[in-house]
């Protein structure tokens, strides 16, 4: 397997642009994870899914944000409209069954200016 | 906030010297994993220990686990120049199946 795919893995846009980071998490793996990573507030969990389905999306900032899993392998996160508070690495990560490890993309490094 | 928070936020020693790091997390786990994360890339699985453990050894990885007072320590022995990179904790919460990390380490080994 590949691994967890994301794109793009980087990104520079205008505050106000909507923007869309990609996720194929490895195939048969039932958990997706989507990380925020700042130098300020580290490594924040936004949503996870289990089965496709979102479980907890506590960590979204705003309603500016928003995630879906259509399929069992994609998910996509949307920022609309983009700021540049919003500028960040985001991880994607996917895993198996529960209480395993989690297995991350190589981020998609954002630049909202 | 963060489940998870790591000491000390850095740490820089000789090549050769082994390396601690601890971590403490707040609520009930199931289990408790380590991470590594090279500068720009993601983060990579190093080890997991289940709440019922109290050490895990992988090559020259040493985990400990005390659940009565909520904190966990990754050794790393006879460092290497390679081994610099940020270590994370992760806590897979019991009840939840989310995975929360703390803020980590920035290890350094100065050849």
Redesign the interface.
């Given at each position: 397997d590949a691994g967890?795919i994301q794109s793009p893995r980087h990104e520079v846009t205008e505050m106000g642009q909507e923007v869309t980071l990609r996720c194929k998490p490895i195939s048969g793996h039932n958990?997706l994870?989507w990380?925020r990573q700042t130098m300020m507030r580290?490594?924040e969990?936004l949503i996870?899914f289990?089965n496709n389905v979102p479980?907890?999306d506590s960590g979204m900032p705003e309603d500016r944000f928003s995630a879906k899993m259509p399929n069992a392998s994609f998910s996509t996160l949307k920022i609309q409209p983009s700021e540049p508070r919003d500028s960040a690495v985001y991880?994607c990560?996917s895993?198996g069954d529960?209480?395993?490890?989690?297995?991350?993309?190589?981020?998609t490094r954002l630049t909202v200016v | 906030s963060?489940q998870g928070e790591e000491d000390p936020q850095a740490l820089s020693i000789q090549e050769g010297e082994n390396a601690t790091m601890n971590c403490s997390y707040k609520t009930s786990i199931?289990?408790l994993?380590w991470?590594r994360q090279n500068s720009g890339?993601?983060?990579?699985?190093l080890i997991?220990i289940?709440s019922n453990e109290r050490e895990k050894h992988s090559g020259r990885l040493r985990v400990t686990l005390d659940t009565s007072k909520k904190s966990s320590s990754l050794l790393i022995t006879a460092s290497r120049a390679a081994d610099t990179a940020s270590y994370?904790c992760?806590t897979?919460l019991q009840g939840?199946?989310?995975?929360?990390?703390?803020?980590?380490t920035r290890l350094t080994i100065n050849p």
């Open positions: 967890v958990s994870f990380y580290g490594l969990l996870y289990n479980i907890d991880f990560a895993r529960r209480g395993t490890e989690a297995f991350f993309g190589q981020g | 963060q199931n289990n994993q991470y890339r993601g983060l990579v699985h997991l289940r994370f992760a897979d939840a199946q989310k995975l929360v990390f703390g803020q980590g």
